[in-house]
């Protein structure tokens, strides 16, 4: 069975009460707010109504709350690995700049480098 996964993105505040209505119908009550609804046209009706607040896409199944949660939280990625020591280019100063490894699934880790144009001239990272 398919689901709809129903988010409000926008506020309702302002908005007739018709449309607040039809929100509290469908469970939605605060912003970033998920709900899971079958897909039938009842609902796909009440989506149309209000159809500029929210953001609705097809999943197969219910998602749990802790399943939720863990979507929204970003990667661990990056981390500070230390500081580059200020260097002078041509009589001007370059700022710090941070050295970043990106850890990949086995452990290994991969030095990120980047380049930099300042005052004419490129410095290498």
Do not use: C, N
């Amino acid at each position: 069975m398919s689901y709809f996964r129903i988010t409000l993105h926008r506020s309702a505040i302002g908005l007739p009460q018709r449309t607040r209505d039809v929100l509290s119908a469908l469970g939605l009550h605060k912003r970033s707010q998920t709900v899971y609804h079958p897909v039938e046209p009842q609902f796909a009706g009440m989506i149309m109504k209000v159809k500029e607040l929210v953001k609705v896409a097809e999943v197969d199944r219910k998602l749990e709350k802790w399943e939720v949660k863990a979507e929204r939280r970003p990667d661990s990625g990056f981390y500070l690995e230390k500081m580059v020591p200020r260097m002078e280019d041509g009589g001007q100063k370059v700022g710090s700049r941070v050295l970043a490894s990106l850890r990949g699934e086995e452990g290994g880790e991969m030095t990120v480098e980047g380049v930099r144009t300042e005052g004419g001239g490129q410095v290498r990272l």
